[in-house]
């Protein structure tokens, strides 16, 4: 079982920065990479970012690549996403998760696929 927390969402104007934490918790959490997915209103879910547990290697999808940066404290079980120069494209629930593989392929998978357990959601609103 995992348990995650995500925070940091909120309203921010169109290339401002927000930062998105994720704590993790769970006793079976070291069998898990770190994964970050998002839900525009009206859209399905998407793959964002995702870090692994063996050796921090993170992949990103295209829309995101060179703006979002996925860090992460696995000593600590924290998971961070730096979001610089947001765009209105960017409103979206985000959902820190939990998945068995961070590949930059599993993140254009169909999301209920590839995550084994999603955390409760943190609004992003980024305004023009």
């Known amino acids: 079982e995992v348990q995650l927390q995500a925070s940091g969402g909120g309203l921010v104007q169109a290339g401002g920065s927000l930062r998105l934490s994720c704590v993790a918790s769970?006793?079976?959490?070291?069998?898990?990479?770190i994964g970050w997915f998002r839900q525009a209103p009206g859209k399905v879910r998407e793959g964002v970012s995702c870090v692994s547990r063996d050796d921090s290697t993170t992949h990103y999808v295209a829309s995101v690549k060179g703006r979002f940066t996925i860090s992460s404290d696995f000593a600590k079980n924290m998971v961070n996403l730096q979001m610089n120069s947001l765009e209105p494209e960017d409103t979206a629930v985000y959902y820190c998760?939990?998945?068995?593989?961070?590949?930059?392929?599993?993140?254009?998978?169909?999301?209920?696929?590839?995550?084994?357990?999603w955390g409760q959601g943190t609004l992003v609103t980024v305004s023009s």
């Open positions: 998760t939990a998945l068995h593989i961070c590949e930059e392929y599993y993140l254009t998978y169909t999301p209920e696929d590839v995550v084994d357990y």
């Open positions: 769970g006793s079976a959490l070291n069998d898990y990479d």
